[in-house]
């Protein structure tokens, strides 16, 4: 049965590429192995029984050795076929999916007797290299050393599968990764000569140079595709919540930027992998740090929280003029830790997002009409009525202030020098300024006009006799002219 499966296989394996009877290698080779991993099953049983079972076991043996080698030739290929040797090696590891642990570690012998044969003939060029004293023989060795490296690098890649494959089945490899990590240090070059030629060689190499450019130029490439499908998925997510009447712009922008960002934080874990970075203890090292940053940085979680209760709360969005935090000006942008605010004598500032939440947070532009409280006063003698009509017209003449509400005008106080008025007209918010201003100057010009005083603060002075003459020098010495200040003397 396994010959027969063998002889199927090799079949499948030189037909025409594109034929039906190629397109069948695959599944010939998973029957082939799992036949084998049956007529396994029977060796092992015969030979409890004391048969003789050493034929049958060189036979599977033969089979697995010709595969191995036909892998080891298949990872010379050019390297314009990385496609392909990425097929082999998941061609190699469902080869050894179906198979048991004792039989995988046979398969791990095997592929540790080729690697380590070709570590030998790497040593052995590499020796040959460091003891000759002819600099085109030094420059030849170091080419082919080169080779044979890339050859011993793709060779380890399938030694690799196989480890790992042994790995999962609670298999020991203890001692194959060990060799793995030994076999692939650097050999010292010395010379300025064959330093430039094992350069050179390496950077012309399939598997040196030009597989490291290939790498950086697909990781590149990785990067602008994550780069314009982040942005992509961003817009989306942005026109998302814009159609949402309850997102706010702060939620908005904190959304589609996370977004933006984790799809490119991805992009670069993507390609770091291409590149072949070990991705475990990156991650690893990014959750321990982030462990201990969010021990050293407790205040600033108070911070972060506060970021979204306000994004989710929405007291303010950007473009509102606030007041909190003891700061007011117009909000610029937000972070999860900070919120910026432009001063109205345009300075910028940061208000860490704790000190605005714990505070009173007073949004001035919240609603679209605002009203508008002014005190004016006017002097005891004046006329009441008259007073009030002129601050009537004055109000409604202005072309920003609102009809409805209508405008309230009362007296409010009785004041120590004056009788205030309250003048309350609505406008929309962003005329509050305006209409003050405008007023104010209108008022003044008005009751100026109407011989409407506007007092000032007065004191009026009670003198009290007291039994006995004086005179008022004071007073005397202010108004009289020089040296006449006896004659000026009034006496009470």
Known sequence: FVDASQSAFLQ??????????????????????????RAEIVISELAKKGGDVEKARARINGIREAEARSLDRISTVPSDQAMAQELELEVLKAQLRPLTKSQVDEQLKLWMALLQKKCLEVRKVEVAALESEDVKEIADFNERAVELRGE???????????????????????????????VVVAPPVTGWTAAMTTLRAWVVNPDGGLQLARNIGVALLILMVFYVVGRFIANLVGR??????????????????????????????????????????????????????????QGTLSNLASGMLI?????????????AAGKNGVVEGMTLFTTRIKTFDNQSMLVPNNM?????????TANRTRRVDMTFGIGYGDDIGRAREVLMDVVRAHDKVLATPEPVIEVSSLGESSVNFIVRPWVETKDYWAVFW???????????EEGISIPFPQRDLHVHAAGKDFTLQARARATAPEGEEAKAGTKV
């Open 311 to 323: 994004m989710f709360y929405r007291p303010f969005d950007v473009g509102d003029t606030i007041a």
């Open 356 to 364: 605005i939440w714990g505070d009173v947070i007073t949004n001035v």
């Open 438 to 448: 405008g007023l104010t100057r209108a008022v003044k010009e008005r009751f100026d």
């Open 12 to 37: 499948a394996s030189r037909a025409p590429e594109g034929s039906e009877e190629s397109k069948a290698e695959t599944s010939l080779g998973t029957d082939r192995d799992a036949m084998i991993a």
């Open 152 to 182: 011993r690098s793709r060779l380890i890649e399938r030694v690799d599968v196989v480890v790992n494959a042994l790995d999962r089945k609670k298999g020991n490899v203890d001692d194959a990764r060990a060799y793995l990590k030994s």
């Open 240 to 297: 998302a919540l814009k159609s949402m009447r309850k997102a706010s712009e702060l939620l908005r922008e904190f959304v589609v930027g996370s977004v933006r960002k984790v799809v490119m934080f991805l992009g670069v874990l993507v390609a770091l992998d291409q590149m072949g970075a070990d991705l475990a203890p990156l991650l690893a090292a990014i959750g321990a740090a982030g462990l201990v940053v969010g021990l050293a940085l």
